[in-house]
């Protein structure tokens, strides 16, 4: 893919901003850190136009909770035309960390993940959606 080459103009502040975004995300250079939150936004707005997207739903609880397993189970059962896989860790002693793989419309994928996410025991929950297509 060609590059092409351009001028920004951004106040001091915003500047610092960018500076520190790049630091903290440990981008190359600025032109990186750009390339990034412009993908990232084009992302978000097919989000919003309800698009076939692919990703994840990250979730982390006490493994000793064994009904949310169950009840994880159960919510993927029902939307299985939207899951790709499922995968589980053990963190430590107590934590367990399930990651769900799914693809599908953006509003199922939300609807999905905050069925997940809602569960009663769920530490944290996480879903992060990219382009599928």
């Not at 351009?6 to 960018?18: I, K, N, T, W």
């Not at 990651?99 to 569960?119: F, M, N, Y």
Request: proline fraction near 1%; charge should be neutral; aromatic fraction near 8%.
């Amino acid at each position: 893919m060609a590059v092409s080459r351009f001028g920004v103009s951004l106040d001091e502040e915003l500047l610092h901003a960018l500076d520190e975004y790049v630091e903290e995300n440990r981008f190359a250079n600025r032109s990186q850190a750009i390339r990034h939150l412009i993908e990232k936004n084009l992302v978000e707005e097919k989000w919003k136009c309800d698009n076939i997207v692919a990703g994840a739903v990250v979730l982390v609880f006490s493994h000793e909770k064994t009904d949310i397993l169950k009840k994880s189970s159960e919510i993927q059962f029902k939307y299985r035309e939207f899951i790709l896989s499922s995968q589980g860790f053990y963190l430590n002693e107590q934590n367990y960390l399930e990651i769900i793989a799914v693809k599908g419309p953006s509003k199922k994928l939300t609807e999905i993940s905050d069925k997940l996410i809602s569960i009663k025991g769920i530490q944290h929950g996480k879903l992060v959606m990219s382009k599928a297509e």
